[in-house]
């Protein structure tokens, strides 16, 4: 595959590697690989700032989806990396989108305990009450997980006036 070494720069964080590619061929921002990541996605989930920062400045799509239905909000919302959660969200990344286990964002931040990602998800409108493919929301997998800073958390939303 011709674009195999864009992608691992991506993965690995080879700044001037991602940069060098991307001039010579613009178009590979958004190319997908043969598990279906693309660049983006690469780079989020192995934790590289500064080229998920050149991606999107270079046009990536910022809800693209793998294989599974997952975007890159979605595998730092399970990692808990918050820069680049704050990146995407401010990218303005479909904090809504589910996979195909229908599990939004806000579900993977309340089953790994990530309170400051799903805060700043529900600024920027992520719905509680989204059910994934085994009927539960993101309140439901905080609860599971006895987590009650972000039962807490969800409870403000679901009840501001509270």
């Known amino acids: 595959m011709p674009d195999s070494e864009f992608f691992d720069a991506c993965r690995r964080g080879d700044l001037p590697v991602v940069q060098q590619l ?13 598990k279906g990541f693309t660049p983006l996605i690469l780079a989020a989930y192995n934790e590289q700032p500064a080229i998920v920062d050149l991606l999107l400045a270079n046009g990536a799509d910022v809800d693209a989806r793998d294989a599974a239905g997952n975007t890159a909000l979605m595998g730092v919302c399970f990692k808990g990396y ?10 303005g990344a479909d904090v809504n989108v589910f ?8 579900t993977f931040a309340a089953t790994f305990g990530h309170l400051q990602i799903a805060e700043w998800l529900l600024q ?8 994934d493919s085994r009927g539960k929301t993101p309140f439901d997998h905080a609860v599971i997980q006895e987590n009650e800073a972000m039962i ?7 009840s501001p006036s509270a």
């Open 152 to 158: 807490e958390l969800f409870q403000r939303y679901i």
């Open 124 to 131: 920027h409108g992520a719905d509680l009450s989204l059910r």
């Open 82 to 91: 918050k820069d680049i959660a704050k990146k995407l969200m401010d990218a």
């Open 99 to 106: 996979n195909s286990n229908g599990a939004p964002a806000l």
């Open 22 to 34: 991307l001039a010579a061929n613009p178009g590979v921002v958004n190319a997908v690989d043969a």
